[in-house]
């Protein structure tokens, strides 16, 4: 077996200390995505491209980063060190933005809003719309999203998030309570209203069936067993909903406010969470971040009780869960 060497090429009138930031981070990509693909997704290149600069920058210093492998990209030794300069460098570029921002004053520039998908979609626009009306000369990019994001990589300036409990790291404003309840056709619940809640089938936010386990469904291959569809979308669930597939657990200003659906639970106390408004609080006092939190605060505010499940509430003839455990 031939030995392994970090080694690719004699090192002639250039090395490794020919690294530039642009070579830093392209290995730093290729690490974190385990290879070229995860590479390209996150430097928005095409695989023939990240496969190009890499080879070139290890021809050019001489030393090689990556074994490659079918499976992907392993670093190196010095790959590995690399990676690690890397991750300094972006940790202070990112401390350095954050500085440079939280000193700015003026109502002006870009923000990038992260907030989970159906608010993106039916609430955004509207609050966008507001919001730029008293502030023309600020831009402001949205991007959906459920998962955590870190704000201190500037991933985002402001976050909408519902959770239990925030990043200790952020700095926020809670807003209200966050509810979620089952939902049905009227047609569907014409049908099945006389079914057990654990025997209906069921619509599901792809990632939430441990949610209903044991409060709802009595266990998670029973909950699988049950589900007829599951998607990442929430949008798409409840229109799965809508179109009588079954009944669906979703966020009551989800429910709620479609007219087709109805409600067929109280809402479950063990999903409760709030809803909260996010930064870094070194943005916190930037002048357009700090308008943008105030306005998001005040305009949801108008439909707090929509979030927390208090506008509508099951018949008691609709009512899953009236007389069970």
């Given amino acids: 077996m031939q030995k392994r060497t970090d080694r690719i ?32 997704r996150a430097l928005g290149q095409t695989h023939s491209t990240v496969f190009r600069r890499i080879n070139a920058v290890e021809e050019r210093t001489g030393v090689r980063f990556f074994d490659r492998f079918r499976k992907g990209y392993v670093a190196t030794e010095a790959g590995q060190k690399a990676i690690e300069y890397a991750e300094r460098i972006e940790a202070e570029v990112h401390a350095l933005g954050l500085e440079v921002l939280g000193q700015d004053g003026e109502l002006r520039g870009r923000i990038r809003l992260t907030c989970p998908e159906v608010f993106a979609q039916e609430l955004a626009p509207g609050i966008a719309a507001r919001f730029l009306a008293k502030h023309p000369e600020i831009r402001l990019d ?48 014409g049908e099945h209203g006389e079914t057990p809640i654990d025997q209906h089938d069921l619509c599901v936010i792809e990632g939430a069936m441990s949610w209903l386990v044991p409060q709802v469904l009595p266990s998670l291959e029973h909950a699988i067993e049950r589900t007829v569809f599951q998607c990442s979308a929430t949008k798409a669930v409840q229109n799965a909903i809508a179109a009588g597939m079954g009944i669906g657990f979703l966020p009551c200003y989800v429910g709620d406010v479609d007219d087709r659906l109805i409600r067929v639970t109280e809402t479950f106390p063990h999903l409760d969470m709030k809803l909260w408004i996010l930064t870094h609080p070194d943005l916190r006092n930037t002048a357009r971040v700090r308008a943008l939190m105030t306005h998001l605060y005040d305009d949801l505010a108008y439909d707090i009780d929509v979030f927390a499940g208090l506008t509508k509430t099951p018949s008691g003839d609709t009512n899953l869960l009236v007389g069970k455990a």
């Fill in 9 to 40: 090429a004699p090192v002639t009138t250039r090395t490794a200390n020919d690294l530039e930031w642009n070579d830093l981070s392209l290995i730093l990509a290729i690490g974190r995505g385990n290879g070229l693909s995860g590479a390209s």
């Fill in 142 to 189: 949205v991007t959906p999203g459920h998962g955590t994001v870190d704000l201190n990589k500037r991933e985002a300036e402001v976050a909408i998030r519902a959770t239990r409990s925030p990043p200790d790291s952020a700095y926020g404003r809670r807003i209200c309570d966050f509810r979620f309840a089952t939902f049905a056709t009227p047609e569907y619940m």
